[in-house]
């Protein structure tokens, strides 16, 4: 019976793709990962079947600078595909994150087009159903000497958690789909056509990327690195701190094989383990390298690429939690290193891995720590005694863009190169040449607005 009851539903589900005229891999990827649930599988991976990764499993970029000779030889052969998925929610907007204003009037989105454009590389975006519009209109607008391959993101239907059934909500049917996840980079580059566009244009090698993540920019050392040892995957993973607790963390697999382990992939009662960073050292910067000839091959011999899944619980209206409880089937790209064999992680500095998720980070990279390079590449300021610097900003006033942007007014942004953190309590407006040093406490706790006047310097706890 219950095989019965199962395969009406994925009849259901595989209509409703059809209907919206989806690609037959993505029909069959879904048709997979939903199999899968129905058998009771759930995506954990458990500690017993992994193994924390030594030191000398690792390469690290330090050591390969003796193949940027190589690498700049194939740059011709070699794509830069960023992920233009996300909105900028976290930050109080509806639009793409990459069109926010991010460091000297540019936004990502710009900086990333002058990046490929000096460094004479090729560029593609993936887009998702959310911010494709928005970006081909942002687009419009920038004054670029060329413009991005761009192909879209899929999508899956959600599954009700109750009877795995597919979810509906009629008065706004665009909820009843999710993205599918970045690990849908694959499956998107093979049914846009982009993954043919490309390889018959020669170009061989692929760097993938967060949009959000500016530090994420074609290498020479990196991708000579990878062509000339004729890897099909590599991935760059950086030494985990404690801010790093919820990315994804790599091991080796009993396989033998190297694997990513994401937090939705961890059961509950291993969680302190997953947070362990002196256990788990390496996280998964979510930069990535694939060979598109073996791309291609993989796909064509099974079908789909098959990564492991994330399934992911979830209200299917996100701002409602009275609303159905439903599944999210997705995959991340990163998980594709457990495709292959002998694939390389490679430890690189942070300074490839600082990406933007909330103000708190926007105002750090707008801040004097981060400077452009020749190249447009944003880099650590080189007078910075420290790296690392912790920004926690009241919520309450700056957790919107725009909340931010009033209250460090365009040329706002104090200057925090001396800086190791610094708390705001408060609605605090700061004027310019405003210097914080060490670390920084201010708090106003009354109910006006308090303001820290042009060319203040505060190297110690401020109560306004």
Not at 38 to 59: H, Q, S, Y
Not at 154 to 172: H, M, V
């Amino acid at each position: 019976m219950k095989q019965t009851r199962t395969s009406n539903y994925l009849q259901f589900f595989i209509m409703k793709m059809k209907k919206e005229e989806l690609p037959q891999a993505v029909i069959d990827t879904f048709a997979y990962y939903y199999r899968k649930i129905v058998a009771g599988e759930t995506g954990f991976i458990f500690d017993k079947d992994i193994r924390p990764l030594n030191a000398d499993e690792i390469e690290n970029a330090d050591n390969i600078g003796q193949y940027a000779d190589a690498g700049e030889k194939v740059l011709k052969n070699a794509v830069m595909i960023i992920l233009n998925g996300g909105l900028g929610t976290t930050m109080g907007l509806e639009k793409p994150k990459s069109i926010i204003r991010v460091k000297n009037g540019k936004s990502f989105l710009e900086i990333i087009l002058k990046q490929a454009e000096i460094n004479n590389v090729m560029l593609s975006l993936m887009n998702s159903f959310s911010t494709h519009q928005d970006t081909l209109s942002a687009l419009s607008r920038i004054n670029s000497s060329s413009l991005p391959i761009i192909f879209i993101q899929n999508k899956f239907p959600k599954i009700l958690r109750d009877g795995l059934n597919p979810a509906t909500w009629p008065q706004n049917p665009d909820m009843e789909w999710n993205p599918p996840g970045h690990g849908d980079v694959y499956t998107a580059l093979y049914t846009s056509g982009t993954l043919q566009y490309l390889l018959d244009r020669e170009i061989r090698y692929a760097f993938i990327a967060n949009s959000d993540n500016l530090g994420a920019t074609m290498n020479a050392s990196l991708l000579g690195y990878f062509s000339e040892n004729r890897f099909p995957f590599m991935m760059e993973v950086a030494e985990r701190t404690p801010a790093d607790l919820k990315g994804g963390h790599i091991a080796r697999h009993k396989s033998g094989n190297l694997i990513l382990r994401e937090a939705a992939q961890c059961p509950e009662d291993e969680l302190d383990a997953f947070r362990d960073i002196s256990r788990y050292r390496y996280f998964n910067t979510n930069n990535i390298w694939i060979n598109l000839p073996v791309l291609k091959e993989v796909i064509e011999e099974y079908g789909i690429i098959r990564l492991p899944m994330i399934l992911n619980p979830k209200t299917l209206d996100p701002r409602d939690e009275s609303s159905p409880k439903v599944y999210h089937v997705e995959t991340a790209m990163g998980a594709a290193i457990s495709l292959f064999e002998n694939t390389p992680a490679i430890k690189v500095p942070r300074t490839r891995f600082f990406p933007v998720k909330n103000c708190n980070d926007l105002l750090a990279v707008r801040s004097d720590r981060f400077v452009f390079s020749e190249k447009q590449t944003l880099i650590l300021n080189p007078n910075m005694e420290s790296d690392l610097i912790r920004i926690n900003l009241d919520p309450g006033y700056y957790w919107a863009r725009d909340l931010l942007n009033e209250r460090f007014l365009i040329d706002g942004t104090p200057s925090l190169i001396d800086c190791e953190s610094l708390t705001v309590k408060g609605d605090v407006f700061f004027e310019k040449n405003v210097i914080i040093k060490g670390r920084v406490v201010i708090t106003n706790s009354g109910k006006s607005p308090a303001t820290i006047k042009a060319g203040t310097v505060i190297d110690s706890d401020l109560i306004l």
